[in-house]
């Protein structure tokens, strides 16, 4: 055979032999179905307890979409994910209750029939293809577990418009409210619209619109970073919507539902978002791509109330009948059923440590349940016809409001501590801002009271209805005109009784200071007489001096004379000449000693006026002692308010403080919305 012949001979052989090797590997490898593969298995060890008529745990296994479907905790399968599948690690042993019950572990052969249909995306049949995983549109970011104040500044709405989506001529009923955990801050529902409220003015921070439909619950994350709401329209639509605080951005979306959400709430981690309505299940979903974890179908009525437990480890639920439910919040397992309630449960809420759940019933109690036992450990009757709400403040105490129209604050042992003026209607809602000490009660009207919690004083009006900002303005300002004389006033009054008592305590300092000052001048004046006393002898020695120095000149001078008469008599004229000399000298000497004299004499009585002054001194000021004694301690004893007027400087003090207090809120709520309005024309004017 020619050579080129027998190569290209070769060559085919070869092409065909590579031909066949490609055609084997890339053959298919056989699908691992439902239908096929997995029904024998679970007809043969799963038939007794999850067929339809069985279906232990509400988990039945006879057909693909009750598998796929999953029981009272949930989905138990999770195509592509054997991990994430709590039927494989069940029925693998690795983790109990282990199946089938009282009974080995399956054949390997089995096991691993079951974990390649679960690898190969739990397919139903051989011609059903692997879905493709569906992706959330939105995605959370996950955050840390804490009960403390996060670090940086606490969200607040960032330059949000604060123009209503919808103004209504009448409030809806105030069927949401919630306050930030850390900032001031408050969530009402409004006409499908979430309004955000600054609290430090009373003011509209903010319109997130929420066109599902009614909005049933709003809850701020444990951080404050993120708004939940959730709501929808009966009989048709629900959902929940989480909203980024600072922006109003939605930052997710889940739960399509048929029915609106009743009962719902963000876990603390961010992680899982639970809801529950009229369906009367449990669904939690994860907000990483947006898949339903699980599903629970404990309750038997619509379900109320759903929160997570702050260190989000329990999720508690409750329902319209008198269900009450604690699952384990990252498994859906059942925890406690709690029985106690007489009839609809319409609110739950975590002490802050996470070990004490406080709910809330239509039977007109506030009930408290440990979680070491899930015992009841409290039960007080609240509000009469109904307890609707109830929350926990960070220190213990709890408020609630009711059909009784009235709010209270009371101890974990039920005691009532405050009550605050009553609602205009059916009391629905309740909230407690924790960075002002602020109730906030919203009832059937759609109004918003918000309370100071230490004197239980209405501080001002939240509504669900707001106007255009142009029409909030005009009322501020009223408002603000209003409230600068009452301000004026009583600040005045206040000034004019803290001046009274300033004058007592000056009037008694005075009074002191003079006992004082008499007192420590009695032996200065003892001194200065003793001083004097001893001068007095010199001064009289010295009178008694100048007298007799007068007493000779005037000898001298009367004799002078008599012989000079005696000269002129017997005409000596020399010695009448000499003794005329003598007599004018004699003279001159006599009338110096007698100015001598009266200048000792001046000096003497000058001496003894001092000292009898002083003397005179002494004695008064001595005497006049206990008199500046008694004056200064009656003084002092009157310088301090009396009890009644004490309680009226109180009393003007806070009306004082409260009227400051509102003059500064309608200032900065007149600047806020002079802002907005200014800042809305800017924006149309581009």
Known sequence: ????????????????????????????????????????????????????????????????????QGGASGAVVEAGDVDASRLY???????????????????????????????????????????????????????????????GPPAMPENLATEPLLVSKRGNAVTALAASPWAPLAAVAGHQQVLLYDLTNFTLAGALPFPEGTVHVLRFSRNGSLLLAAGGRGGQSGRVVVYDVKTGNRAFEIGSETEVVLG????????????????????IYSTADGELQYEMKKHTDWITAVEFSPDGVLLATGDRSNGLVVWEANTGREFYTLNGHGAAV???????????????????????????????????????????????????????????????????????????PALADLGLRTAFSEPLGLVLAGDWTGIVKVFDAKDSRDLGTLVTNPAAVAARLEVAKSELAASEAPAKATADQLAALQKQVADKQEAAKAAQKAHADAEASVPVIAADIKKVEAEIPAKAEL??????????????????KADLEAAEKGNDQPGAEAARKSLETHEKDLATAKKALEASQGEKAAIDKQL?????????TVDGLPGLKAAAD?????????????????????????????????????????????????????
């Open 612 to 620: 009898a002054d002083l003397q005179s001194r002494h004695k008064g």
């Open 346 to 420: 319409t609110s739950v809420n975590w002490r802050v440590d996470s070990n004490v759940l406080a709910s809330s019933s239509e039977d007109t109690t506030v009930r408290l349940w440990e979680m070491t036992n899930g015992t009841q450990v409290k039960s007080w009757g609240a509000h009469g016809a109904g307890a609707a709400s109830v929350t926990f403040l960070r220190d213990g105490r709890l408020v609630s409001t009711g059909r009784d129209r009235v709010s209270k604050i009371w101890d974990q042992n039920g005691a009532q501590q405050l009550a605050f």
């Open 89 to 151: 690690d069940l029925v693998s042993h690795k983790e109990q209750p282990a199946m089938p019950p009282k009974e080995p572990k399956m054949s390997e052969e089995f096991l691993t029939t079951i974990r390649k249909w679960i690898e190969g995306g739990a397919l139903e049949n051989k011609d059903s293809v692997v879905k493709a995983k569906k992706k959330a549109s939105f995605a959370l970011s996950t955050t840390a577990v804490s009960t403390d104040k996060p670090e």
């Open 543 to 560: 009178v008694k001096t100048a007298e007799g120095a007068l007493a000779t000149l005037t000898a001298l001078v009367t004799k002078t």
């Open 1 to 68: 055979m020619p050579a080129h012949r027998l190569f290209r001979n070769t060559c085919l052989v070869l092409l065909a032999l590579c031909a066949s090797l490609v055609r084997a590997e890339d053959k298919p490898a056989e699908k691992v179905t439902f239908v096929d593969h997995i029904v024998p298995i679970f007809r043969a060890k799963c038939g007794n307890c999850h067929s339809a008529g069985e279906a232990k745990g509400g988990l039945v296994l006879e057909s693909y979409g009750a598998t796929m």
């Open 264 to 283: 719902a709430d963000i876990s603390p981690d961010h992680s899982q978002i639970a809801l529950g309505g009229p369906r009367k299940m449990v669904r």
């Open 634 to 686: 009656k003084a002092v004893a009157e310088m301090n308010p009396t009890p009644e007027m004490q309680k009226a400087i109180d009393a003007a003090a806070l009306a004082a403080r409260q009227a400051a207090e509102t003059l500064s809120r309608r200032q900065s709520a007149v600047a806020r919305l002079t802002a907005d309005l200014n800042r809305g024309a800017t924006a149309a004017g581009k």
